[in-house]
């Protein structure tokens, strides 16, 4: 993958720079929102790993900006000291995808790089195969759902979904390896004019991750982020 990062520190910017590229990727440092801006216009990446506190504009700014451009399919990872669920929830508003908390360990990063190359959207990286996306389907793995008689298998067996199951499953799957706040899920699944509760949302999350077995046997993982929403990672 073609990845850029933006980070203040000159010190901490090369070591980031050194745990992508160990990851096996190419890297270009940036270290402000507007040079990154700035190159945009002339170059194509798939991933931007972004500082959130930038001196130059906020972090949700910059994700704007990129979203509204010509590269708004790049995927968006934002780097941040603090994990307080006001500022996660305003990165995933403004259209991120992922978000790790600093310190990040090689490991951890080189992990979230690979989930996020599996969904990256093929006009962008063209090795993409994870994800398999035909008018009446949706394939993930062992996993396909036909969008048109509503019905999910794993491994060509047939599961039986409720519909608002059937209608989280394909959310979550189509954004695999994003993070989908429960915001999301309660408008996209149940109407922005929805009354649906905390507990209605967390017994269906419970049934989807029960019935379609989500987890590293089928090389799938749900990941809960407390109080945020969930990740659906592909392994």
């Not at 216009?41 to 949700?60: N, Q, R, V």
């Not at 700014?61 to 934002?78: H, Q, W, Y």
Request: charged share 20%; aromatic share 6%; glycine share 4%.
């Amino acid at each position: 993958m073609k990845i850029a990062t933006l980070e203040l520190d000159q010190h901490e910017s090369n070591i980031l720079q050194r745990m992508v590229v160990d990851a096996g990727h190419e890297c270009t440092a940036f270290f402000t929102g507007l040079s990154l801006i700035d190159a945009l216009h002339y170059k194509k990446f798939d991933l931007l790993i972004l500082e959130w506190l930038l001196p130059d504009m906020a972090g949700s700014e910059l994700i704007r900006l990129i979203r509204s451009s010509a590269s708004k399919n790049m995927m968006v990872m934002f780097l941040t000291h603090r994990s307080s669920d006001a500022e996660v929830v305003q990165g995933i508003r403004a259209g991120a995808n992922d978000y790790v908390t600093k310190p990040v360990s090689a490991a951890e990063l080189a992990v979230r790089i690979h989930t996020l190359s599996k969904i990256t959207p093929p006009s962008v990286y063209e090795s993409n195969k994870a994800i398999k996306r035909m008018p009446d389907l949706l394939g993930v793995g062992f996993y396909c759902f036909d969008l048109i008689q509503r019905v999910a298998t794993i491994r060509g067996c047939a599961v039986a979904l409720q519909t608002k199951e059937f209608d989280i499953a394909v959310l979550l799957f189509t954004h695999a390896g994003q993070v989908i706040s429960r915001e999301q899920i309660m408008n996209e699944v149940w109407g922005r004019a929805s009354v649906t509760s905390a507990r209605t949302l967390d017994t269906h999350m419970s049934r989807v991750r029960s019935k379609l077995q989500l987890n590293p046997d089928n090389n799938i993982r749900l990941v809960t982020i407390y109080t945020i929403g969930y990740r659906l990672d592909v392994l």
